[in-house]
């Protein structure tokens, strides 16, 4: 296993996307809504992690998940969320933010560090993420998340 800190990439990228392995890897997602209001499910497909695994949806306006409406971001995490789950939003300015997250068992939610990094798979309608989070490896499968707009 190779111990890869895509921390420093970032560094000298200055937080662009670079090539790795073939592949495009990001820090996070940054979607362009075709409306104002989107549905979108989501489907947590696996997770290969010591720590506790989970998903940002941020936007300038409101999500709604389960009957629940929360204004500007949700956390999703791996371990209490539905294994699929629809969520509705309303953006202000069409722009959705998709970062994976980790709680390494301190109580911290850690983003964008040490190991943590993305590279994403679109297929027909179906976004596929597949995530590393702060450990410094590169398999990207502590977290492998499906989204579809519906």
């Known amino acids: ?19 790795y392995k073939g592949k ?3 820090m996070s997602d940054r979607v362009l809504l075709p409306k104002n209001k989107a549905l979108l499910r989501l489907v947590f497909v696996s997770t ?5 695994q989970g998903i940002i949806f941020q936007t300038k306006g409101e999500f709604e998940v389960n009957g629940q409406k929360l204004p500007n971001k949700v956390v999703l995490w791996e371990n209490t969320a539905p294994r699929e789950v629809e969520i509705s939003l309303t953006s202000k300015d069409k722009i959705l933010f998709i970062y994976n997250v980790w709680d390494t068992g301190d ?3 850690h983003y964008g560090h040490n ?14 993420y597949n995530c590393n989070d702060g450990y410094a490896d590169d398999d990207f499968n502590d977290l492998i998340f499906r989204i579809e707009f519906v």
């Open 24 to 26: 495009e890897i990001k």
């Open 115 to 128: 190991g943590g990094a993305l590279f994403i798979e679109q297929n027909d309608k179906v976004t596929t």
């Open 107 to 109: 109580g911290t939610m």
């Open 1 to 19: 296993m190779n111990k890869i800190v895509f921390e420093e990439f970032f560094n000298k990228s200055q937080g662009k996307p670079f090539i």
């Open 48 to 52: 290969d992690s010591q720590w506790r």
